[in-house]
């Protein structure tokens, strides 16, 4: 066997700053030796966990199989070490390929020179042990693989996932700079929200993290509604699949909270609901249009969470003003709450007038941001108002 199916080596690609929460959730489905890198978490396990952290990790973008690491320094030994793995165990001619290219090496100039060397030798090995090859495919192949060479340092890997898994099935329309669904799952992980408090959304765009915090709440996973690319796989094991997806719907509950969000933009709403009605939970959730600065709120022991315009959706100076009325707003008038702010305008977010009281840095695609916690207390506390220094 090219795998020992006991044990694999597993590495879950994921966005900056979400190292720790994904690895939490890698230890909670049972991963053995997890270590953390930049981006990513390598783990061991079977084929099992390796479905199971497929459907239910909400941090991770992709899994990755390690099929062989070597050292390598020209394109000949690179070629040769690739013919040399055992393709015929998971490939079929009649599958279509692609691959996934990572390079940092002087030994290699071009990742794309890479990929198509990794593709020669599979095309060459399976055209001899088949007498047929599998066509390529870069956008929906049966069959992704990936090549990292850092150095002289090689790792040939199997895709288990397929499509990046912040594509969970739910969007099919969206606004503006939506917010990626993996890093709206790790914002709701990382605020500590444990589905016993209400949680709000004033700003909610797409409806991403509301719908993330409901599906987390009911215990939904959150690869319910894709497939991956495993299930291609010549040695799939369908049966043990479908007792894995079987045994997720058992811890399936209906939540005892109320899960909100509001956005000013009629468009925005509707977008919302046109994403929640895709997988039939545009009733769980309270939506409604409504200005954020305008509105009077009814909330109390409430966890908000939001990603309010910044960036190309905002010039400089109207986001710094925005995020003063931001910041008085919920001084003025969400006393007794908690608020969890994103934020990639550092100016901007000095202008809210508030302490934090913990704070993550993550990146919103190319933008580097930070995610911080405001405690909204009332009375004597009045202190935690004064303004934030950082």
Request: some cysteine.
């Amino acid at each position: 066997m090219l795998l020992d199916e006991n044990n694999l080596e597993i590495t879950a690609k994921t966005l900056a700053g979400l190292e720790d929460v994904l690895s939490a959730e890698i230890e909670k489905l049972g991963g053995r030796n997890i270590s953390l890198h930049s981006r990513a978490v390598t783990f061991f396990g079977d084929t099992a966990l390796l479905y199971r952290v497929n459907l239910h990790v909400r941090t991770a973008l992709k899994f990755l199989i390690a099929l062989k690491k070597f050292q390598v320094r020209n394109d000949k030994q690179f070629y040769e070490q690739c013919l040399d793995i055992e393709w015929e165990s998971f490939i079929t001619p009649n599958m279509t390929i692609a691959v996934d290219s990572t390079v940092n090496s002087p030994h290699f100039n071009h990742a794309n020179y890479v990929a198509l060397k990794l593709k020669d030798a599979v095309v060459d090995r399976l055209r001899d042990y088949y007498g047929g090859r599998p066509d390529v495919d870069v956008n929906n192949p049966d069959i992704r693989l990936n090549v990292y060479i850092s150095g002289e340092d090689c790792v040939i890997s199997l895709d288990s996932s397929g499509n990046s898994l912040h594509k969970r099935g739910y969007r099919v329309t969206q606004t503006d700079a939506p917010l990626n669904e993996v890093l709206a799952a790790g914002m709701i992980l990382l605020s500590g929200w444990n589905a016993e408090t209400d949680l709000y959304d004033p700003m909610c765009g797409s409806g991403t993290i509301v719908t993330e915090a409901y599906m987390f709440a009911a215990g939904i996973p959150p690869g319910n509604f894709r497939k991956f690319s495993f299930m291609n796989w010549k040695n799939y094991n369908e049966a043990l699949w479908t007792r894995i997806k079987n045994e997720s719907k058992a811890f399936i509950i209906e939540p005892q909270v109320k899960i909100s969000c509001a956005d000013i933009s009629s468009k925005a709403i509707s977008v919302t609901f046109r994403n929640l009605e895709e997988i039939g939970i545009e009733k769980k959730i309270d939506v409604r249009r409504r200005d954020f600065i305008k509105a009077k709120p009814e909330l109390e022991n409430t966890t908000l969470i939001m990603n309010p315009p910044y960036g190309e959706r905002m010039d400089d100076e109207d986001v710094e003003a925005f995020h003063k009325q931001i910041g008085d707003k919920l001084k003025q008038d969400y006393k007794g709450n908690v608020a969890w702010v994103l934020s990639g305008n550092m100016a901007a977010l000095k202008m809210f007038g508030l302490r934090h009281a913990k704070q993550f840095i993550l990146m919103n695609a190319t933008i580097e941001c930070r995610f911080r916690k405001f405690e909204l207390y009332e009375g004597s506390r009045k202190s935690k108002y004064n303004t934030d220094p950082d």
